[in-house]
């Protein structure tokens, strides 16, 4: 008896030693199908921290009108998908493609459909049971041939007028996932494999209202919520663009946890089924010298536009004065005399959102995207910040 409680006592030490941290998150990484065109292809697919991801999400192929699927771009396809590559002598080689890479490295990889750009032809699509049995069979298509583990659905947004949504929307959009899940499930009995199906979805209230998030939950795999452009340019005082908790009475449901406690307490998502969104890169606002105050847009004289990736930020830090706001667990860098406010994410503040997700059991993250913080030196602080949360190490 007294053997059997010291080894009972030695089991209960050793589960106590290891840190909540240990159990398995998702850490997804967005990458664009237009990265060669940036710094010089820096981000080749030799350099993608494989080992620190879970997941890639390829974004983006989308919908014609009769329900197929193409990329949005087609070099970066050629690149990224068929592994092609330019010699110094103007030749073009054919080697390991993306998921070939990513499966050699243990990392799933998804074909992310759809975008802000490229959801206009979604409402069409889904409204009708053969468009929604083509777009199922084209995404099928795409998996035999580039063997892709899964589907990734980035319907921006149903009912969103501006991309021709409808009432209609709503349903539709749920049937059409079923379509895709109906036919996931046919081609892995025939293959033996399993094949996921995601969606990222919208943060708020309104958007949320649009969806029928009760019914689609048991379809999806994993429900990639884009906890990020709460607040940017297009909006009449300076925010943030990512916030952990609200800074103001009247930002309550503009935060990460608001959408987490919108999915999970009023619509019973399973916590272990949500993923909650990180940006890489920034807003600026121009003309202003405080958050929650009125400005003119982006500043486009000291960056290149809107949405700067956090590599571009880096240089600029020691013009800012960096500030804390405590209340939302975000940064954000003032330069009085340009008149410029940034709102970005740090490793103060990407380190907290993934402590959340330990803390109230969530999936995991996604990021986009997963280029944002590939520093000239081959360093990656951001995703290390995320990687150490989870795993206790940057490796």
Request: net charge negative; glycine share 8%; charged share 20%.
């Amino acid at each position: 008896m007294k053997r059997a409680k010291g080894i009972l006592l030695l089991i209960i030490v050793i589960c106590l030693s290891f840190p909540a941290h240990s159990q398995k998150k998702e850490i997804i990484g967005y990458f664009p199908s237009w990265t060669w065109k940036s710094r010089d292809n820096l981000v080749d697919l030799s350099r993608i921290p494989y080992h620190k991801l879970t997941f890639i999400n390829y974004a983006f192929f989308y919908p014609l009108p009769d329900g197929t699927i193409v990329g949005r771009d087609a070099t970066g396809d050629s690149i990224y998908l068929y592994g092609v590559r330019s010699t110094e002598k103007g030749e073009h080689t054919t080697g390991a493609g993306l998921t070939d890479l990513a499966h050699q490295n243990g990392v799933k990889v998804m074909l992310s459909v759809g975008g802000w750009a490229d959801s206009y032809n979604f409402p069409e699509v889904a409204g009708s049971a053969l468009g929604r049995s083509r777009f199922a069979h084209s995404c099928i298509e795409r998996i035999k041939e580039f063997r892709f583990d899964g589907i990734d659905i980035d319907w921006e947004y149903p009912g969103y007028v501006e991309h021709k949504g409808t009432p209609q929307d709503a349903q539709n959009f749920t049937s059409l996932l079923q379509t895709i899940r109906d036919s996931l499930n046919g081609y892995g009995k025939r293959t033996g494999q399993m094949y996921l199906l995601t969606a990222a979805l919208p943060a708020n209230f309104s958007g949320a209202t649009a969806i029928e998030v009760r019914k689609i939950a048991p379809i999806l795999d994993q429900l990639n919520i884009m906890t990020y452009d709460f607040s940017g340019p297009w909006d009449s005082l300076s925010n943030h663009n990512s916030p952990l908790y609200p800074s103001r009475p009247e930002d309550s449901t503009r935060n990460v946890d608001a959408a987490f406690r919108l999915y999970h307490d009023t619509y019973g998502v399973p916590a272990g089924k949500i993923n909650l969104g990180v940006p890489f890169y920034a807003h600026t606002f121009s003309n202003c010298t405080s958050l929650h105050t009125p400005h003119t847009g982006s500043d486009t004289v000291h960056f290149s536009g809107d949405g700067n990736s956090y590599y571009d930020i880096v240089p600029m830090l020691g013009k800012f004065t960096r500030y804390w706001d405590d209340r939302a667990k975000a940064p954000y860098l003032v330069n009085t005399e340009w008149k410029t406010v940034v709102s970005y994410d740090d490793e103060e503040s990407v380190r907290n959102k993934a402590q959340y997700v330990v803390e109230n059991n969530a999936c995991g993250l996604i990021i986009w995207e997963i280029t944002g913080d590939y520093m000239p030196d081959r360093t990656t602080p951001l995703l290390d910040c995320i990687y150490a949360t989870f795993y206790g190490s940057s490796r």
